[in-house]
């Protein structure tokens, strides 16, 4: 059984389950947090589904990325999460996202596809089977985005390095095209968001499979299952753009002549609910999201963090101080996305729905002091009405089943907040598959 191709299919079945008319979407987890997808993985399990985790290039690459790992490592930290959870590794889907120069794009063209060509080839070779290319950003001496010829030649090129590197090429799947902020981004300003217009949309594909059939193959262009499009939403520091449920559907025509794809949609997160349906009746079959999932784990650790304080732990400072010390020594990650004045920035610095406060969760400090907080409050029971204060009834409630499951009592309100941020996704599967109670999920010790 090969990975994410259990008996639920393959990716390549939803696409054509969703291109048939099922109002099927598929979340992809895109975040390399721990228990975000510790949670998603438990979900997944409850829904008998597949789990598709993606890395982006610049999250995971040949040279460590900012997690530090590289493609094989990212699949054991995975594998990992699953022998924890109890997921059959045979339901995870391994993507690569925004996979090109882009990490590199500071340097020449040539240097900059030459380490393009080693990321995919290290992705393929690990594992990854669902491969979006992306080489729309231009690179030193070129415009900010280049042209849709240039974009698919390069990468037709980086298919071909998938194509001779793959342990079974028959397993990869391509998505292609990107009108979205850059991977890990977000809108900085309160600018309109216009969709893709289908000209665009076509002109794209147009373009990518004539550079995929001549400078790769006719059975790498047969493998490319989506286009990434913009629909009409994404979100900022401070504000979201709501998708708008009246506008009408003028992309779906564009893949009349492509029914083995569909579309893949970046930055959903913070939507409300009914979008995620509306968006797969739409042929957007793939729904990425991630900010929203680490931004339900802030929220959650933070509220423990305070329920500690109403139980007078000692303690030298709050979370949030440590993560404002980390966030300040190491600004990168956060300084050229957020604006204002020190007090402004203080803010969104920990509450944003860009959340880059993200990017330092992993660190060892901020990792250690989340642990002493649930290990404080494993050892103390908390009463209902505390924890009431910071937690939703619906929140408490899912906590309550995963914690009968075998997890921790803190750890279950954690994984319940993240969790209840990404129900929504599997819910557009409306009766496509019937998740099991969360009560049969066998007990586990923890």
């Not at 975040?31 to 997944?44: G, H």
């Not at 401070?238 to 003028?250: K, N, R």
Request: proline share 5%; charged share 25%.
């Amino acid at each position: 059984m090969t990975s994410g191709e259990d008996r639920r299919g393959s990716l390549r079945d939803f696409i054509t389950r969703n291109r048939a008319g099922v109002a099927l979407a598929v979340p992809s987890i895109c975040s390399s947090q721990r228990d975000v997808i510790s949670a998603a993985a438990l979900l997944a399990k409850d829904y008998e589904a597949p789990l598709l985790v993606e890395a982006t290039s610049n999250q995971v690459n040949q040279f460590g990325g900012y997690t530090g790992m590289r493609a094989a490592d990212f699949i054991s930290f995975i594998h990992g999460i699953c022998d924890a959870t109890g997921l059959d590794k045979a339901q995870v889907i391994f993507g690569g996202d925004h996979l090109g120069p882009q990490a590199w794009r500071g340097e020449d063209a040539d240097t900059a596809m030459t380490k393009a060509e080693d990321l995919v080839r290290s992705f393929v070779e690990a594992g990854f089977t669902k491969i979006h290319l992306d080489c729309s950003e231009g690179c030193l001496g070129e415009a900010a985005q280049v042209s849709d010829e240039v974009s698919a030649r390069r990468s037709a090129r980086l298919a071909r390095i998938c194509e001779d590197h793959a342990p079974d090429p028959d397993r990869i799947v391509y998505v292609v095209g990107t009108e979205v902020p850059p991977p890990g981004g977000a809108r900085a300003g309160e600018d309109e968001i216009l969709p893709t217009s289908p000209v665009s949309a076509s002109a794209t594909l147009a373009e990518q499979r004539r550079c995929f059939e001549h400078d790769a193959s006719h059975a790498a262009w047969d493998r490319v299952i989506g286009l990434v499009v913009q629909p009409g939403l994404e979100f900022g520091a401070a504000h979201v753009h709501h998708f708008d449920m009246a506008s009408p559907d003028a992309l779906s025509c564009v893949l009349s002549d492509y029914p083995h794809m569909a579309f893949e949609a970046h930055s959903t997160d913070y939507q409300r609910p009914e979008v995620f349906p509306e968006l797969a009746r739409r042929h957007f079959a793939i729904l990425k999201v991630g900010p929203a999932l680490t931004f339900a784990y802030r929220q959650a650790v933070y509220a423990l963090d305070h329920i500690a304080d109403w139980h007078g732990i000692g303690r030298e400072g709050r979370l949030s101080d440590t993560m404002e010390m980390l966030m300040l020594a190491r600004p990168n990650h956060w300084s050229r996305h957020y604006a204002g004045d020190d007090d402004e920035l203080h803010r969104l610095r920990h509450f944003s729905y860009g959340d880059r406060i993200r990017y330092y969760w992993n660190e060892p400090k901020a990792k250690q002091d989340v642990e002493n907080v649930i290990a404080q409050l494993d050892s103390r029971r908390t009463p209902l009405p505390l924890i009431e204060q910071y937690f939703a009834s619906s929140i408490i409630a899912r906590a309550q089943d995963l914690a009968s499951s075998g997890w921790g009592r803190t750890r279950a309100l954690i994984y319940a907040q993240i969790q209840e941020a990404l129900l929504p996704y599997f819910k557009t599967w409306d009766g496509a598959w019937m998740p099991r109670p969360l009560g049969d999920v066998p007990k586990l010790s923890r």
